[in-house]
């Protein structure tokens, strides 16, 4: 099986995710978001994940690689292609579904719990509840018309389900190395304006991630055996 793995140069690990889905016979091809011009087709795709990334869905500088990835989610939507969105890639997913991505009125970053919605909390995997998620976003997106909240946090949804797609806005791929990368470069000036220690946040990370990995890959299983699963109505 293949899956298409849609991601930034220089940020295209995809962690935990990739861990688990390899595990269950999954190989990925790379959708670079710079190179987009050169994206090959769908064709032999079971499978499409979108990875977060530092920029925004509403900027207009890369509007040729956004609108291009929002097209490749639509056409796979369509052709019932199963589709991961994770943060970035979620609001990807939840802007191509007819929600809307705007500035959260405060930014996540760091490890956060998220809380179900009680009218879904039957229906959503124990795993979402049951720990932190590391999260790094400044953005948040309404929840599409047909869309299924699963949970949330004080500043908007977390996991939304919509036929074959699953929409997260944290990063359930984030392992040791993923949040030393993004604590480096940019993200020191990042944590600092919000006065996040560097050593505190991966320190926690260094206390979270056994777990958290557990939790992805329950998370990972649920999303093939039961969300990827699941019959569409045609026409």
Not at 45 to 50: F, K, P, T
Not at 63 to 85: F, K, Y
Not at 117 to 126: C, H, I, L, M, N
Not at 203 to 211: C, G, Y
Request: aromatic share 8%; glycine share 10%.
């Amino acid at each position: 099986m293949r899956a298409a793995l849609i991601a930034n140069s220089g940020d295209a690990d995809p962690g935990f995710v990739g861990r688990s889905l390899r595990q269950r016979g999954f190989s990925f091809t790379e959708f670079i978001r710079e190179y987009w011009e050169e994206w090959p087709s769908l064709g032999g795709i079971d499978l499409v994940v979108s990875m977060g990334s530092s920029w925004s869905t509403y900027w207009e500088k890369h509007s040729g690689p956004i609108t291009t990835e929002q097209h490749l989610i639509r056409q796979a939507i369509a052709n019932g292609i199963p589709v991961l969105g994770i943060c970035f890639g979620g609001q990807q997913l939840a802007t191509v579904l007819g929600g809307t991505v705007t500035n959260a009125q405060s930014p996540e970053i760091g490890w956060f719990r998220v809380e179900n919605v009680p009218e879904t909390a039957e229906s959503a995997p124990k795993c979402l509840t049951e720990g932190p998620w590391m999260q790094w976003h400044y953005d948040r997106f309404s929840v599409p018309s047909g869309a299924t909240v699963l949970a949330e946090s004080p500043v908007g949804p977390q996991a939304i389900v919509c036929g074959r797609a699953l929409g997260l806005q944290f990063h359930p791929e984030a392992t040791e190395s993923i949040v030393r990368q993004w604590s480096a470069g940019e993200g020191v000036d990042e944590l600092a304006s919000l006065k996040i220690s560097p050593q505190n946040l991966l320190a926690e990370t260094s206390d979270t991630v056994v777990d958290a990995e557990r939790r992805c890959d329950e998370l990972v299983a649920w999303f093939l055996d039961d969300v990827a699963q699941r019959h569409i109505h045609t026409p």
